[in-house]
């Protein structure tokens, strides 16, 4: 399942979206994942069927750029060190690849939920 999100309620109300803008932005940027080459949805644990099934729906190059994105951040962990301002995530890059999969298939998955748990009812033929 995804998590929980209060988006919907936000982009509703115009003063509220002004007011967390910058506040959310701010949350992203020293939450550091940015400045190591990662976008949002690679911090998505893998653990999830959902997920493993979102990540095999990628396209090739969206699998490898994942996993190279990945694999460059953990480098720079163990040598505890920043990328480069130039080769950081830009703000506008940060989009969600994997959410909109996984949103698709959490609605595939509740459909299949409701038709196999489908009630069939034959209607009452009145006599006369």
């Known amino acids: 399942m995804s998590q929980p999100s209060l988006a919907k309620f936000v982009i509703k109300r115009p003063w509220l ?28 644990p893998e653990e999830n069927e959902t997920v493993l099934l979102a990540m095999k729906r990628l396209s090739p190059k969206e699998q490898y750029d994942r996993v190279f994105r990945m694999r460059r951040a953990f480098q720079c962990s ?16 940060d ?21 196999d748990n489908i009630v069939i009812t034959k209607p009452k033929v009145a006599k006369s």
């Open 17 to 44: 979206h002004n007011w967390l803008k910058p506040l959310s932005q701010w949350y992203a940027d020293s939450a550091g994942y940015r400045k190591l080459g990662l976008r949002a949805d690679d911090l998505i």
């Open 78 to 93: 163990i040598q505890h060190q920043l990328l480069p301002e130039a080769e950081q995530t830009k703000p506008e890059e």
């Open 95 to 115: 989009v969600p690849y994997l959410t909109p999969l996984i949103k698709q298939i959490e609605a595939e998955m509740a459909e299949r939920e409701d038709l």
